[in-house]
T-cell receptor
């Protein structure tokens, strides 16, 4: 099993550009999450989804959008990138809310 | 508001000794789950242990155990017989049945030979 796959692993964006971070899981998990991790800090929830067609905002959703058209995919869209969005982004999935989350390897994004 | 507090930015432990990493949480929800994750310097997130809010027994997974004190809202991680490979950042997290979750800022554990 591949688990949770995130692409790309690294990206440099210019201020004002847009991009989509891809996330796919092959474990048939209902719950999916996007987090960002700033240096030396914990993870902050950006958006989450409890199933296909359902998404909800987390703690820091501004500047981001998500969609969940299938169980497997949960892309994160950054519109009009800003330096404050420089961070490491993690996608994760879990079968249920009270089961372990499996994380992707992370995407290191730099906005210059 | 839901919040996780990890008060120890850094901890040192001698190899083969036990260490406790502190985690306190704040929520008014009755139903929640508490998780501990390890993040080595390579950056991946590794699940260690889970405790449900209604679980009466403390969770254990190999060398990891969770000291759950519900009334005090604490969920401390105990690592027994520390190994050099345990050196990493450790995060306490809480998740709710609507899917929302929150993480603490982490504790950096260094195991000394």
């Amino acid at each position: 099993n591949a688990g949770v796959t995130q692409t790309p692993k690294f990206r440099i964006l210019k201020i004002g550009q847009s991009m989509t971070l891809q996330c796919t899981q092959d474990m048939n998990h209902n719950y999916m999450y996007w987090y960002r991790q700033d240096p030396g800090m914990g993870l902050k929830l950006i958006y989450y989804s409890v199933g296909a067609g359902i998404t909800d905002k987390g703690e820091v959703p501004n500047g981001y959008n998500v969609s969940r058209s299938t169980t497997e995919d949960f892309p994160l869209r950054l519109e009009l990138a800003a330096p404050s969005q420089t961070s490491v982004y993690f996608c994760a999935s879990s079968y249920h809310w009270n089961t372990e989350a499996f994380f992707g390897q992370g995407t290191r994004l730099t906005v210059v | 508001a839901q919040k996780i507090t990890q008060t120890q930015p850094g901890m040192f432990v001698q190899e083969k000794e036990a260490v406790t990493l502190d985690c306190t949480y704040d929520t008014s929800d009755q139903s929640y789950g508490l998780f501990w994750y390890k993040q080595p310097s390579s950056g991946e997130m590794i699940f260690l242990i889970y405790q449900g809010s209604y679980d009466e027994q403390n969770a254990t997974e190999g060398r990891y155990s969770l000291n759950f004190q519900k009334a005090r809202k604490s969920a401390n991680l105990v690592i027994s017989a520390s190994q050099l490979g345990d050196s990493a950042m450790y995060f306490c997290a809480m998740r709710f049945n609507a899917g929302k979750s929150t993480f603490g800022d982490g504790t950096t554990l260094t195991v000394k030979p």
